[in-house]
């Protein structure tokens, strides 16, 4: 079965760091499109970084600057480095893999909670 496995998250300080990676693991042997969604509740989930498999990248305008995603493609894996965090960054944040349509796939999801 495929599987997202995700690590890194935890508790840090306002303007602290974190990086979280995501790494795919099953019948996966290429991807199109990797990134990383997050959600609070009572909140739908929102796109925060994405990579295309050819070093594409897209941010939402709420982390640029701050967040860097990047990818290893011979590892099927992505990395987010988050860097000056804020309170409003604090969510679950989940892993995503497109591969082609009706195979996508979302990892368990990983808190990240920024508090003084």
């Known amino acids: 079965q495929v599987q997202l496995v995700e690590s890194g998250g935890g508790l840090v300080q306002p303007g602290g760091s974190l990086r979280l990676s995501c790494a795919a693991t099953?019948?996966?042997?290429?991807?199109?499109?990797m990134g990383w969604y997050r959600q609070v509740p009572g909140k739908q989930r929102e796109l925060v970084a994405r990579?295309?498999?050819?070093?594409?990248?897209n941010y939402a305008d709420s982390v640029k600057g701050r967040f860097t995603i990047s990818e290893d493609i011979a590892k099927n894996t992505v990395t987010l480095q988050m860097n000056n965090l804020k309170p409003e960054d604090t969510a679950v944040y989940y892993c995503?893999?497109?591969?082609?349509?009706?195979?996508?796939?979302w990892g368990q999801g990983t808190q990240v909670t920024v508090s003084s």
């Open positions: 990579i295309s498999s050819g070093g594409v990248t």
């Open positions: 995503y893999l497109f591969q082609s349509p009706g195979r996508d796939y």
């Open positions: 099953g019948s996966i042997f290429s991807f199109y499109v």
